[in-house]
């Protein structure tokens, strides 16, 4: 007989639905966090892993996989996310121009290059102070 899932066993469901339909980095944080055991957690890690590397190659070959992929790599978690990892790097480097120094219209014009780089990502989200 099935127990009915004890307290956070249905937004663990949810977390693994919402890892296998975002893709990127995010499923490994979310599987990390499932209340399962590493063999299961190791299972879904690997099968994910498959998930993407099949995609990856058959979107060489694919528009629809190409669009899929696509879809998945601009997801708002996953932009979101890396929007996230990639600010810190931009705040680095603009605290290392205005370290470094040198001729104010210069530092000003490679503080516009960084901006201006960031702003090809996709949708970026990027505040830097």
Not at 6 to 33: N, Q
Not at 49 to 56: C, E, I, V, Y
Not at 88 to 114: K, N, S
């Amino acid at each position: 007989m099935r127990r009915a899932p004890g307290p956070g066993g249905a937004a663990a469901g949810g977390k693994v639905l919402t890892a296998l339909a975002v893709g990127s980095h995010l499923p490994a944080r979310l599987l990390a966090g499932l209340p399962v055991t590493a063999t299961t957690r190791a299972a879904l890690g690997a099968e994910l892993s498959r998930g993407w590397l099949a995609l990856h190659a058959a979107a060489r070959h694919s528009a629809p996989a190409r669009a899929e992929l696509t879809a998945w790599m601009l997801d708002d978690e996953v932009v979101d996310a890396y929007a996230a990892s990639v600010a810190p790097l931009v705040g680095r480097a603009h605290c290392l121009l205005d370290l470094l120094g040198g001729e104010p219209g210069c530092v000003r014009e490679l503080h516009g290059l960084v901006d201006e780089t960031v702003a090809h990502l996709p949708r970026p989200r990027l505040a830097v102070a």
